[in-house]
């Protein structure tokens, strides 16, 4: 499975479809940036790593979550940790738009010298602040992951995930995350599929223009989703506060 590794940005459809006691569905769309932690050279003024900018990465949201240690000081370590050879790697996330961000999922994607994938890092968070990471080193499709991180109100911990990852083009990409109950039963339904194209520093203001919501509207449409399966009547799961921001390994 061979990927592109420059500097790229794309808008991904995000699909979830709930077939738990009561059944939802939304899509939305989310604009990611997707960026070789290798090579800085290509980007431009408005977008900047650990300052303020119309569009930017801190080390604060990923990660080590630490001012002092960089994405790519994380991805060499843990390859460092879990023996993954690899030549590049690019980080897929959804930036800090005028300084804020939220993301429910990113992706640490490494590379080898033919460009084709060695291993991902899912990166996900919760909304209140909460963060985990599962390793996948394998073939990358339905990969079974132990649910170790509260997520949502509405759904128990006692879950396993099949996560996939494909890309059907170098530049288009597919991943979709279906989750079981502890009898096995389909409970949860994600999945992110995007387009990227090459980064410049006139596309990058094009993005901004056509992107400018960001993460406020994710946010925003996470919490209306939850009021509705609030008043659905949809079982209620006290969180439960992850203890650490631990790697999960398939």
Not at 13 to 22: A, G, L, M, Q
Not at 64 to 83: G, H, I, P, Q
Not at 208 to 230: C, D, E, P
Request: glycine share 4%; net charge positive.
């Amino acid at each position: 499975m061979e990927l592109i590794s420059e500097n790229s940005s794309g808008v991904a459809k995000i699909i979830h479809s709930r077939n738990k006691d009561t059944k939802n569905y939304f899509s939305y769309k989310a604009p990611y940036l997707f960026l070789n932690l290798k090579n800085k050279s290509q980007l431009s003024k408005i977008f900047s790593y650990n300052k303020f900018n119309i569009f930017s990465i801190s080390n604060l949201d990923h990660g080590y979550r630490d001012k002092n240690k960089s994405l790519l000081c994380f991805v060499e370590d843990m390859a460092n940790k879990f023996s993954i050879k690899y030549s590049d790697i690019v980080f897929m996330s959804i930036p800090r738009i005028l300084g804020y961000a939220f993301n429910p999922i990113s992706f640490y994607i490494y590379l080898d010298k033919e460009g084709s994938l060695v291993a991902i890092i899912y990166e996900v968070k919760n909304t209140f602040g909460d963060q985990i990471h599962y390793l996948d080193m394998g073939n990358f499709s339905n990969k079974s992951f132990k649910k170790n991180m509260y997520v949502s109100p509405f759904i128990e911990m006692d879950c396993r995930y099949e996560i996939s990852f494909e890309a059907k083009l170098k530049n288009h990409l597919l991943c979709k995350i279906q989750q079981y109950d502890n009898s096995e039963k389909s409970i949860f339904f994600a999945s992110l599929e995007i387009g990227l194209k090459p980064l410049t520093k006139e596309g990058l203001i094009r993005f901004f223009l056509n992107n400018f919501y960001g993460s406020f509207k994710v946010i925003l449409l996470i919490h209306y989703q939850a009021v509705k399966l609030f008043f659905k009547k949809s079982k209620f799961y006290q969180h439960m506060k992850n203890p650490k921001n631990e790697v999960n390994v398939e």
